[in-house]
T-cell receptor, first 113, second 110 residues
Framework: NAGVTQTPKFQVLKTGQSMTLQCAQDMNHNSMYWYRQDPGMGLRLIYYSASEGTTDKGEVPNGYNVSRLNKREFSLRLESAAPSQTSVYFC????????????FGNGTRLTVT | EDQVTQSPEALRLQEGESSSLNCSYTVSGLRGLFWYRQDPGKGPEFLFTLYSAGEEKEKERLKATLTKKESFLHITAPKPEDSATYLCAVYSGNTGKLIFGQGTTLQVKP
């Protein structure tokens, strides 16, 4: 039972480089989310997708783009990485019900030098 | 403004020493309060959902309670394997936002 799978687990980028973080879930959830977690800042929502074909900005969307490839997959792209984007990135999914819990992947630790 | 505050930031306990973690919230239209456990290098793992004041949920040595202003995560006779960061999150029905607290890092020494 894989749940939410994220790749890669670790990544080091130089300023200005681009990359895509991948996320897939096998729980048949409609909603998917991207968060970043920084010391002292907690979890902050970057983008989310309430259903296949829709995406919306969260609290900290600047510098990121997302693609909901299909119901299972939701990717996060950094077009031109900056040191301020050094963080741990978590993908999550949940049932549509507003009071259903999020299920998280194990994260991608990104360092931008 | 919607806000979630967890205290203490860090807690050290001896094995078997019971204690409680606090999650205080000011949210318009509470629709659910969630507790998660996060181990180092891992994603948050869902523990409980509480929906209304007076509700309680239990799982092994953990018991979560909810009032109109705060939630407590009670840990009874903790073991070293209970060491983790515990996160609280609140869903605001009025704004549609899920707001996370910054967590309490628990260390249980044998």
């Amino acid at each position: 039972n894989a749940g939410v799978t994220q790749t890669p687990k670790f990544q080091v980028l130089k300023t200005g480089q681009s990359m895509t973080l991948q996320c897939a879930q096998d729980m048949n959830h409609n909603s998917m989310y991207w968060y970043r977690q920084d010391p002292g800042m907690g979890l902050r929502l970057i983008y989310y997708s309430a259903s296949e074909g829709t995406t919306d900005k969260g609290e900290v969307p600047n510098g990121y783009n997302v693609s909901r490839l299909n119901k299972r997959e939701f990717s996060l792209r950094l077009e031109s990485a900056a040191p301020s984007q050094t963080s741990v990135y978590f993908c999550a999914s949940r049932w549509d019900a507003y009071n259903s819990p999020l299920h998280f992947g194990n994260g991608t630790r990104l360092t931008v030098t | 403004e919607d806000q979630v505050t967890q205290s203490p930031e860090a807690l050290r306990l001896q094995e078997g020493e019971s204690s409680s973690l606090n999650c205080s919230y000011t949210v318009s239209g509470l629709r659910g309060l969630f507790w998660y456990r996060q181990d180092p290098g891992k994603g948050p793992e869902f523990l409980f959902t509480l929906y209304s004041a007076g509700e309680e949920k239990e799982k092994e040595r953990l018991k979560a309670t909810l009032t109109k202003k705060e939630s407590f995560l009670h840990i009874t006779a903790p073991k070293p394997e209970d060491s983790a960061t515990y996160l609280c999150a609140v869903y605001s029905g009025n704004t549609g936002k899920l707001i996370f607290g910054q967590g309490t890092t628990l260390q249980v020494k044998p």
